[in-house]
């Protein structure tokens, strides 16, 4: 057993509001139970879902730490019982409830994964919440095949930069919808088609590319208005995925198309999935995933980095939507 501190610092939510909330408090360093490891921590990824928990209105799932912190980085320091496939001192990183927000954090073992080779610490803090949702959404529930078309909205975006390479690595064509010329031009160096929505219309402009055929699945985080958009690009047996609502959950829309193009609507979230589903995912990112990300296919892109303690500006940064790729905070 490797010696570590009793306390730590985190950063915790006294209160849900704007990115002034996140205060630094000295909390207890966890103990990992039965089947988890104590990761001290070298990064930590910054997510979407963390601003959305930071207003209030995403609650960690039963049992997970009140502070946010999708994924981390860094090195085993305690081993709980049963954790027969790591060592202390190994370099990992984490799929996590929440929590990551700290100099220490304890995970269900089946959720860690080796650092890829050619990686550092620093990036690979920035792959675990992308990959697995990725991975989860586009190959598995929405069963992207070589050679078939896929739309990804918010391209520029630390899962849009993912599902972009991801796609394109498994042998798909990817369009992606950004909101700057400089945005689309950074989607395009990871081999997309980038539509800038703010000066065409997405939907007329696809339609324009494919010669009226559109694409087989879209991944979707916008949701509202955009979904019957996004349907009507979709061609027989299409897909459409939805992982995030920016816009609402609502929508009104036809369902004659599901009929006329055999289509699916499905969606998933990743948070509560069980230690061993999220474990069945990562032996398959092992597998099928960390090749590719050793072979630089994928390369986690980082905006920005940021201190811990500085976790306030990383959301600020976040809120701007001005971000290419992730904001990684160093610990």
Same mark, same amino acid.
């Given at each position: ?70 994924? +981390?980085?860094?090195?085993? $320091? ?16 984490? /799929? /996590? ?40 959404? +586009? ?23 993912? $599902? ?9 064509? +990817? ?16 081999? $997309?088609? $980038? ?26 985080? +916008? ?10 690009? /979709? ?29 699916? /609507? ?66």
């Amino acid at each position: 057993m490797s010696q570590h501190p009793s306390t730590m610092t985190a950063i915790t939510l006294p209160r849900f509001g704007g990115p002034e909330v996140l205060q630094p408090a000295t909390l207890p360093v966890p103990t990992p139970r039965e089947g988890e490891v104590l990761i001290k921590v070298a990064a930590a990824g910054v997510n979407r879902p963390d601003v959305i928990q930071r207003q209030g209105h995403y609650p960690p799932p039963p049992g997970a730490p009140d502070w946010p912190g999708l994924e +981390v980085s860094g090195t085993i $320091a305690a081993l709980g019982g049963g954790t027969l496939d790591w060592r202390v001192g190994e370099e990992v990183c984490a /799929l /996590l409830a929440g929590g990551g927000y700290a100099e220490y954090c304890a995970v269900p073992a089946e959720q860690v994964l080796p650092v890829p080779k050619g990686l550092s610490m620093l990036e690979a803090a920035a792959i675990p919440e992308t990959v697995f949702t990725v991975y989860a959404n +586009v190959m598995e529930i929405g069963r992207l095949r070589e050679r078939e078309r896929l739309l990804v909205h918010g391209g520029s975006s630390g899962i849009g930069t993912t $599902a972009i390479q991801m796609a394109k690595a498994f042998g798909a064509e +990817v369009f992606t919808t950004a909101g700057s010329d400089e945005k689309c031009a950074f989607c395009e160096t990871l081999g $997309a088609t $980038a539509i800038n929505y703010r000066k065409v219309d997405f939907v007329d402009e696809i339609k324009r590319l494919t010669d009226g055929e559109g694409v087989d699945l879209v991944l979707d985080m +916008v949701g509202g208005s955009y979904i019957p958009r996004n349907v009507s690009l /979709l061609r027989q047996d299409g897909r459409h995925v939805s992982i995030a609502f920016l816009e609402g959950p609502k929508v009104e829309m036809s369902f004659l198309p599901l009929l006329l193009k055999r289509i699916t /609507l499905t969606g998933s979230v990743l948070r509560p999935r069980s230690p061993t589903e999220k474990g069945e995912l990562a032996l398959k990112l092992r597998q099928r995933v960390w090749p590719l990300i050793e072979a630089c296919a994928i390369r986690p892109v980082i905006d920005s980095e940021f201190p811990l303690a500085e976790a306030a500006s990383a959301h600020a940064r976040m809120e701007t939507s001005a971000h290419i790729g992730k904001i990684v905070l160093r610990v």
